[in-house]
């Protein structure tokens, strides 16, 4: 199994709703990351887990807040979002940090 | 945080056409990785290069990491409607502790 599977794909919340974005992995990465990206624009990173514990946050709104359940599972849970949080969220996971990374096909959050 | 200027930004040329996209830096990275991204789904390695003068080859792409490992460039023989798609290079830092994207170049191939 060599996937990354992120659900939803598509997500449309309020201002005021909380959500989760999840991130499953069984090729038995050790490094998790949640990466933002907007149209034609590189992924931003946001956070690092390596071997389950939170190593980067890179300054992070805390509306914004990851959960690592475990070594295969990623969760990113969503409050009070603004509008131009809206983009590309994608789950990535590497064997060791700064390996190579393998993505998942991401969840498009729009925030009304 | 080390940078890395990829271009160009944007290319538009017509099916049998070569190019090559550029990665370039002040600074040295452990390796150098590129990726394609097609419209809705995440980005997908093609491939890693870690020695300085490396030259990887995959079909009608060619990846070279520079001799002293602060640039790297993508070169495509022959393109297709179906290398159309974002390119990443992204650099693993010395630190080793986060890879580096490029801006990316956005490549239209038109049949």
């Known amino acids: 199994d060599t996937e990354v599977t992120q659900t939803p794909k598509h997500l449309v919340m309020g201002m005021t709703n909380k959500k989760s974005l999840k991130c499953e992995q069984h090729m038995g990465h050790r490094a998790m990351y949640w990466y933002k990206q907007k149209a034609k624009k590189p992924p931003e990173l946001m956070f690092v887990?390596?071997?389950?514990?939170?190593?980067i946050n890179e300054s992070v709104p805390s509306r914004f807040s990851p959960e690592c359940p475990n070594s295969s599972l990623l969760n990113l849970h969503l409050h009070a979002l603004q509008p131009e949080d809206s983009a590309l969220y994608l789950c990535?996971?590497?064997?060791?940090?700064?390996?190579?990374?393998?993505f998942g096909e991401g969840s498009r959050l729009t925030v009304l | 945080t080390q940078l890395l200027e990829q271009s160009p930004q944007f290319l538009s040329i017509q099916e049998g056409e070569n190019l090559t996209v550029y990665c370039n830096s002040s600074s040295v990275f452990s390796s150098l990785q590129w990726y394609r991204q097609e419209p809705g789904e995440g980005p997908v390695l093609l491939v890693t290069v870690v020695t300085g003068g490396e030259v990887k080859k995959l079909k009608r792409l060619t990846f070279q990491f520079g001799d002293a490992r602060k640039d790297s460039s993508l070169h495509i023989t022959a393109a297709q409607p179906g290398d159309t798609g974002l390119y990443l290079c992204?650099?693993?830092?010395?630190?080793?502790?986060?890879?580096?994207f490029g801006e990316g170049t956005q490549l239209t191939v038109n049949p």
């Open positions: 990535a996971s590497s064997l060791l940090p700064t390996g190579e990374l393998f």
């Open positions: 992204a650099g693993g830092e010395t630190s080793g502790s986060r890879l580096t």
């Open positions: 887990y390596s071997y389950e514990k939170l190593s």
